[in-house]
């Protein structure tokens, strides 16, 4: 079968998939482009797609014959592809779901932590050399241990979230999700304004896509409180960026911990020349380990779906 991967994944992902199929391996770094997703879908029997590859209804309705069957996303979002419409063309999706999880949750907590102690602004104040010493009311920040956390989506990445702040840092736990959740720790479901009131730190894990696109917004950053910081690691346009701007110019909130964003990899003048803004490279799975997990959770979703056997990880 013909494998197409869209972008380069660890040499142990490559040289297994290259040993199982006919591989095609892209090159660059950005993105597939409409025109390449079209031609990905008549011409590969599988494509491994990467995280903002273009596989739109528009795509699908490009191809009247489908040689394509199967795309085994790299990652755990997908909101980059139709879903509905790939369904509707024949083609199965799958993900990477766990594998990406312990990860993501980490860099939640490094965002936290950067943005609530100020790590970002004082290492550019070292870096700059205008560190000038140890003095008592120095860059005082917020801090962690004991406070609230709302985590607004309580699937498997912000469950991981909320342990590491429960366990880690003795942090009460609220979260809004759509159902109930039952978790090994204190952990009390609230209405989104409710929960955004209540808390210290609010951390955003939903999943992207046209349901969650704009959920964090003006409403929303004017419920939570003036000292209160904000995280995201899911997808940048569940957030209204140009409103997280606005509520960090007239300090609505405190500050704000970035690994993704709206209209990446633009990132607004504004965000960037904000002191009490932690801005990340969307590092959220960004180790070896990890990657190769993700690699080789792809592609057993592209052998199952060869060797005739039910896919691990349909979405």
């Known amino acids: 079968m ?16 290259a040993a199982r199929f006919d591989l095609t391996a892209r090159n660059g ?4 482009t409409h025109e390449e997703c079209v031609a990905a879908l008549a011409e590969q029997d599988v494509v491994i797609p990467t995280l903002g590859d273009a596989f739109r209804a528009e795509a699908f309705a490009a ?7 199967l795309l085994a996303n790299f990652g755990v979002g997908y909101n980059h592809i139709d879903v509905i419409a790939a369904r509707a063309a024949g083609v199965a999706v799958t993900n990477t779901p766990g594998a990406v999880t312990d990860a993501t949750a980490d860099i939640a907590l490094t965002l936290i932590l950067m943005t609530a102690r100020r790590a970002g602004e004082g290492e550019r104040l070292v870096r700059a050399g205008e560190w000038h010493g140890w003095a008592p009311t120095q860059m005082l920040g917020l801090h962690v241990t004991g406070k609230t956390v709302a985590i607004i989506g309580m699937g498997r990445i912000g469950q991981a979230i909320a342990r590491r702040c429960h366990f880690g840092f003795g942090c009460r736990i609220v979260y809004v999700n759509r159902s109930a959740k039952t ?3 204190p952990a009390e479901q609230l209405p989104m304004r409710t929960a955004l009131a209540a808390a210290d730190i609010v951390v955003l894990a939903t999943p992207g896509g046209a349901e969650t696109h704009h959920l964090i917004g003006t409403d929303e950053f004017a419920a939570m409180q003036r000292h209160a910081i904000f995280v995201n690691i899911s997808r940048g346009d569940v957030v209204d960026e140009a409103a997280l701007v606005a509520a960090l110019a007239v300090k609505r909130i405190a500050g704000a911990g970035l690994d993704v964003y709206e209209f990446e990899p633009a990132i607004p003048d504004a965000l960037i020349a904000m002191e009490n803004v932690t801005l990340l490279p969307h590092l959220g799975t960004a180790a070896l380990e990890v990657r190769e997990a993700m690699g080789m959770m792809a592609l057993e979703n592209a052998i199952a779906f060869a060797e005739g056997r039910a896919l691990p990880n349909p979405v």
């Open 63 to 69: 191809v009247p014959d489908l040689r394509c069957k």
């Open 2 to 17: 013909k494998l197409l991967i869209s972008r380069a994944l660890p040499d142990r992902v490559m040289e297994e998939a």
């Open 29 to 32: 770094a950005a993105p597939m």
């Open 183 to 185: 978790v090994d720790f």
